[in-house]
């Protein structure tokens, strides 16, 4: 009998802002590789995104691969595919240095001369092909390019791509792939790249997402209730949990309520004991009276923690005050509204309308492909001070955050 481990999107590395949840992500990690060691699989897949970033910091990288020489010491072969995140099509990534190191085998050897994929011949006797995940949601036709065979014998197919037919809402239809582009004939597709735990069906043969095995952004904790990967025992797969340390999530709508109606009802969250490591604390809508920074949730973090809570998270993003005037402006781009909205409203005294524009125009620079959070927000500071250093704004001072950090979210939330 056969038994494998299927896990995905473990994303190493996520959470760079963050380092409580960097480190319940790294050993999310560490801790399904020795459940694996103790159920004594035979083989694990990767699904991808095993890795945050292509090129990771070094800490995070020897945290991984101590985990997984130690698998590789009791036998047990690991293989994976590229994710979205961890592939970078100029330039090598850390997967290809594991697998020359012979940590794990890609699995993803596509014969571009004769448009096949090659399978990877397990002692087990079963055979491994896959795919890997694409950036730029050319996915449909990469599957459609390529002239799949019925495999020979037991295999397992890989791939990194969301499915149409399990596709979760907030994944667009443009970057799926309907499930008859998968290949046929294989006993088990092991999937990745969504970052949900979903179970489906293909000619009798489990397709599966066993979702992150923590997460890698704020939205991913907030949404997804599951944590964990697949032991696939005789071709059934079995979610194990990776849940030791406990999520409470908390949602406040505090719509009706005056600034100290609100603190009220959140003092009352921090009243008795919190088991849960984790606390996300949502909070959105309208107050009746002030504005959300009259609200001091520093305090209301460090009660939480207080009571026992060791990681809080508070978003606050769509918390509104009443005396927020609502204007209606119409113009033809997002540039133009932001030129008028300025000369109607005005800027500080001392600073010019242009100076402002470009100052918007570099802060919403977006962060490039392959480009890691950190260089990107020291690029971006780095445009700004120029733009600063080199425009006279009279009365106006900017101050550059002593400790050199600025977070661009409230949570440092990173995209998936
Ligand atoms: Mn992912």
Redesign the pocket.
């Known amino acids: 009998m056969v038994r494998f481990a299927h896990m995905a999107?473990c994303?190493l590395g996520a959470f760079g802002r963050n380092p409580e949840l960097r480190e319940y992500n790294l050993k999310a990690f560490e801790e399904a590789v020795d459940i694996c060691i103790e159920r004594e699989v035979d083989f694990i897949i990767i699904a991808g995104?095993l890795f945050h970033n292509p090129h990771p910091d070094m800490d995070v990288v020897n945290r991984a691969v101590k985990a997984m020489i130690e698998a590789r010491g009791r036998g047990i072969r690991i293989y994976a595919v590229y994710?979205?995140?961890d592939f970078n099509i100029s330039k090598a990534s850390l997967i290809d240095v594991l697998e020359s190191a012979q940590v794990f085998k890609k699995v993803v050897q596509y014969l571009h001369d004769e448009g096949k994929l090659s399978h990877v011949k397990d002692p087990t006797g079963i055979s491994i092909a896959g795919m890997s995940g694409r950036k730029n949601r050319m996915d449909a036709s990469y599957y459609e390019s390529i002239d799949f065979q019925e495999p020979d014998g037991d295999a397992i197919f890989v791939f990194h791509t969301p499915l149409s037919e399990m596709k979760p809402a907030d994944i667009h239809e443009s970057e799926t792939v309907p499930m008859s582009l998968l290949p046929d004939g294989y006993k088990y597709y092991a999937g990745g790249?969504v970052?949900r735990l979903l179970e489906h069906v293909k000619d009798g043969a489990p397709v599966t997402y066993p979702g992150a095995t923590f997460g890698?952004s704020y939205t991913d904790l907030e949404r997804e209730e599951h944590r964990g990967f697949f032991i696939v025992d005789d071709w059934n797969p079995v979610y194990i949990e990776l849940d030791s340390f406990g999520i409470k999530r908390e949602d406040v709508d505090a719509t009706g309520m005056s600034t100290r109606e609100l603190e009220e009802k959140l003092s009352a969250l921090y009243s008795g004991k919190i088991s849960e490591e984790i606390f996300l604390l949502k909070v959105h809508g309208e107050l009746t009276e002030g504005v959300p920074e009259d609200i001091d949730f520093n305090e209301v973090k460090q009660k939480l923690e207080k009571a026992g809570a060791k990681t809080v998270f508070v978003n606050r993003r769509q918390l509104s005050g009443k005396n927020l005037e609502r204007i209606k402006v119409r113009e033809e781009s997002t540039e133009k509204v932001e030129e008028s909205l300025l000369e109607e409203y005005g800027t500080p005294e001392g600073v010019d309308i242009s100076f402002a524009g470009q100052l918007l125009s570099i802060l919403k620079t977006e962060q490039a492909d392959g480009e890691t959070k950190d260089d990107y927000e020291g690029r971006l500071w780095s445009d700004a001070w120029a733009l600063i250093n080199g425009v006279k704004i009279g009365k106006v001072s900017a101050e550059k955050d002593t400790s050199g950090q600025v977070s661009l979210s409230d949570f440092g939330g990173e995209p998936?």
């Open positions: 999107d994303h995104d994710g979205s995140h790249h970052h890698s998936e």
